[in-house]
């Protein structure tokens, strides 16, 4: 099409110079000459264009229905594909069977995972706590409530609990042993948080069976979100059996919501904050945690989990610390955790004079930075 323009003014041209002297013969030779050009270029434009709009213009066609089709793919499966992992993260050290696990049933232990010496020094700083050779500044101190009724239990035997030692340099070095935090960081990301501390020192059950821990989810106590940045690390100090009240689990559980908590009904009491998951499936399955001296669970705030009464002479130890990315934000706690908050926020003031102190205030004091860049928890 473009060359026909051309031509045509060719032929005008032709057409305005026929009165020019010029011999017959050259004048009918330009008229023929022109006439040939002009029919041969209309064709050649003709047919270049019919191509164009044959075959070309069914490319065109084409594309635009691929392009039409591709979008159509990617809005629809976008919409019906799920992200194959939820509950951790890439570029961790787990490998894939270990995230597939972590992802099914909420929880993963990593046997042997640290070393006998530094839990002797935890265990030894422990003992200097209860005997009271070192400050216990912003530490809460615990007892089974059967203990505490008695006067003969002092020592490490009154004490059935230490909780939030973030502010004790020597058990805060638990929550950043390197072999621990390289796992947290498949959960929390790089910018880690120690939210939550405790070591646990479940006492021989005096018959009361107050020594067993109800089934609940860790997430009620926490005024920050989201749960799927948030992991616990517990590690047995000792041999953890179903004799000694090891951890029990409801696998899968994590995948779900956070339900209501409350006292359980227990006949011989119930130690202060152990609140317990009103209802759930009795016959729901359940997996017993025997655990060996080192060896650390890693599970989701969301699983359902507690303990057992402790069945032998012996004291039961472990450490534990809950972990949350920095990247976390603290939130509104609903009507689900009003009482936990309450009850938290009660002791709090009570113990710091500070009335104006919120739920999320004692968390941000008591919470500290392990490793990388403090955001906003």
Known sequence: MISFIPNTIQRIYLVLTLD?????????????????????????????????????GTLFRHTLQELFRLKLWKKYSKAEQQPEYRFTLENGILTKEQRDFYEKNG????????SLEALDRFRKRFQDVCTGKVDTFGMTIMKDVAIAKSEFADGEKAITKIQDFTLDDELFQYCCLPEVVKYVENFTGPNVMAMHTMLINKPPDPGTQTSRHPLHQDLYYFPF?????IVCAWTAMEHIHRGNGCLVV????????????GYPEWEGGVN?????????????ERIHLEMW????????????????????????????????????????????????SKEVTAIFKKRTGIQEARFEDIWRVKSRLVKGERINL
């Open 225 to 229: 979100r989201p749960a799927d940045r």
């Open 20 to 56: 020019l002297k010029k011999s017959p013969s050259r004048l009918q030779i330009e008229i023929l000459s022109g006439q040939g050009t002009f029919i041969m270029t209309t064709l050649q434009s003709s047919l270049s264009f019919y191509i164009y709009a044959t075959s070309g």
């Open 293 to 340: 001296t080192g060896d650390t669970v890693f599970f989701h705030p969301v699983l359902i989990h507690g303990s057992g009464t402790n069945r032998t002479d012996g004291f039961r130890k472990a450490i534990s610390c809950h972990y949350a990315g920095s990247e976390c934000e603290y939130v509104e706690c609903g009507d689900i955790q009003d009482l936990i």
């Open 250 to 261: 409801l696998p899968g559980t994590h995948k779900g919501e956070l339900q209501p908590h």
């Open 272 to 284: 202060k904050m152990y609140h317990g998951i009103q209802k759930f499936d009795p016959n729901g």
């Open 107 to 114: 929880f993963i232990v990593i046997r042997n995972l640290v």
